[in-house]
């Protein structure tokens, strides 16, 4: 009996060991299976990589769009979001000057001031009876009779900031208003005629800001109804100021006079004005 059992757990010994040999086999040869399809598929992989056609990136934006895949080509639809508006720039053929020897020979052209102007100036306030501003550009000679003209002293030269309306009569309301003189010196003094009496004197409008106005606080304050040179350009209302803007011509007395902490007079130049008569 002994030695049946010893024979019985030899061959159960045997069997398992031939089993496990068997499992270790398929192993092997399933891990070389795989490392060699792996290595066949390499080059393969690689090629397909370096010479694949490049794919657009797809996005939330292009499916709004309707850029589904790349079936529908991008360039059909418009931009969803357009920073800058494209100006239309018409080219114009350009005109070379007569030359001899790097000298120009062409004769200077007289002044039109009945042009356009070929760009936008800074708006300032003219004297009275400023024309135009680029026929007034044009025209001025910057010799300064106005400005010497001026018995309250309130045109000056534009200063080199203003670029180029640099050295060209002003007035600034901050520093010295126009007091509406009767005669107007200082266009009779302008020979080059940018200053005529033949426009109406209106540099700009003047308007109260009712949140800066100590009137508009309960505060009794009519100084610049007092001071206002021009009739029934102010009018005051239950102690509260108001501007009558077709009466007003921008003289800019009240803004120089206002006492408010704040200065409640907004001053407004002039957005277009007459063109010259002899143009």
């Not at 079936?71 to 418009?78: E, L």
């Not at 005629?193 to 009712?210: C, F, H, N, Q, R």
């Not at 009558?244 to 206002?258: I, K």
């Amino acid at each position: 009996m002994t030695q049946r059992r010893k024979s019985r757990g030899d061959a159960e010994n045997e069997w398992e060991s031939g089993n496990a040999k068997l499992v270790f086999m398929k192993r092997f040869f399933s891990a070389l299976k795989r490392l060699l399809s792996a290595a066949l598929r390499l080059p393969v992989s690689a090629s397909k990589f370096l010479f694949a056609r490049s794919k657009p990136n797809q996005s939330r934006r292009d499916l709004l769009q309707g850029r589904l895949w790349k079936f529908i080509p991008s360039n059909k639809f418009a931009p969803l979001v357009m920073r800058y508006p494209k100006p239309e720039v018409e080219s114009s053929p350009e005109v070379k000057p007569r030359s001899i020897g790097g000298i120009n020979i062409d004769p200077v052209p007289p002044t039109n001031l009945g042009g356009k102007a070929f760009s936008q100036t800074i708006p300032v306030f003219r004297p009275p009876g400023a024309i135009d501003e680029y026929q007034f550009l044009a025209g001025c000679t910057r010799c300064g009779d106005c400005i010497t003209a001026c018995p309250y002293d309130a045109i000056v030269k534009a200063p080199a900031r203003t670029g180029s309306v640099a050295g060209t009569p002003i007035i600034e309301a901050d520093t010295s208003a126009c007091m509406m003189c009767d005669d107007f010196p200082c266009i009779a003094s302008c020979e080059p005629g940018v200053l005529v009496d033949s426009i109406p004197p209106i540099m700009g409008t003047a308007k109260v800001t009712e949140h800066l106005c100590l009137a508009h606080h309960s505060t009794t304050c009519t100084v610049c109804s007092e001071r206002c040179p021009v009739d029934g350009a102010i009018a005051v209302t239950d102690g509260k100021p108001t501007i009558n803007e077709d009466t007003c011509t921008g003289c800019g007395v009240c803004r120089y006079v206002c006492p408010a902490p704040e200065n409640a007079i907004l001053l407004m130049p002039a957005f277009s004005r007459p063109g010259s008569p002899n143009a």
